[in-house]
């Protein structure tokens, strides 16, 4: 690459999915919806072999019904006025005497590939396509800050 | 204010390859404005400037990371969008 018309942004970006107050409809006999916000930084790297680098820096992810109702969200919110900052899982589930969904289930941080991968391995989610395994592996690689 | 679940608008049976989702662009920081206030007129039903005045007040605080809100957690997410000293 001999030039960028690429300057990095002051904020972070957002990737979302689909348009704010939709949800994308998962092909699944449990009628699952999915919703999707990926904010990550970009940063030039001139030495390195890939010159522009993605981080992930905050996410809200969520499996919701029909009824937008989210059944499992996993947030990384670092900023904003949550005490919680480090990343969760709420689940909308009750665990013996133990109601789960308003607690912050701590986790590491969860790349958007794992949660797809999850949602086609252990919810049956019928991937759209057949190499999505593939596709997913690459997708791992995305780094993070914590 | 209540802030109620509401019902989900579904994109059935969405395609990778179709050029509405494969499409991607990059918003101005007025276009950046727009959504964050049709986002919070949507989601909160007021302008976005008087929800980013409200919050600032500390409003609402409490229905953040809420997962019974979470549209209103995706709003304030956006508040770094549209105020770089948010960070």
Do not use: C
């Not at chain 1, 499996?63 to 990384?76: E, G, K, V």
């Amino acid at each position: 690459m001999l030039a960028s018309a690429y300057f990095a942004a002051p904020h972070a970006h957002l990737a979302t999915f689909p348009p704010p107050t939709r949800a994308v409809r998962l092909r699944s006999e449990h009628d699952p919806h999915l919703v999707i916000d990926l904010f990550y930084t970009l940063a030039q790297q001139p030495r390195a072999q890939e010159p522009w680098s993605a981080t992930t820096s905050g996410y809200l992810y969520a499996l919701r019904d029909a009824q937008a109702r989210d059944l499992i969200a996993f947030h990384w919110h670092p900023k904003g006025n949550s005490p919680v900052t480090l990343p969760h899982v709420h689940v909308r589930a009750q665990a013996g005497p133990l109601p789960l969904f308003k607690a912050h289930i701590p986790t590491g941080v969860i790349p958007l590939a794992t949660v797809i991968r999850f949602a086609i391995v252990e919810l049956g989610v019928q991937p759209l396509r057949p190499d999505w395994r593939a596709i997913l592996e690459v997708s791992d690689e995305v780094p993070s800050t914590p | 204010m209540a802030t109620e679940a509401k019902p989900t608008t579904e994109v059935d049976e969405p395609s990778i390859d179709d050029p509405q989702w494969a499409s991607r662009r990059y918003f101005t920081e007025e276009e950046r404005h727009e959504l964050f206030d049709g986002l919070a007129r949507d989601v909160m039903g007021m302008s976005g400037e008087e929800f980013l005045r409200r919050w600032d007040a500390g409003e609402f605080h409490e229905l953040f990371d809420d997962p019974d809100h979470s549209d209103l957690t995706r709003l304030v997410m956006r508040i770094s969008l549209v105020r770089q000293d948010a960070g």
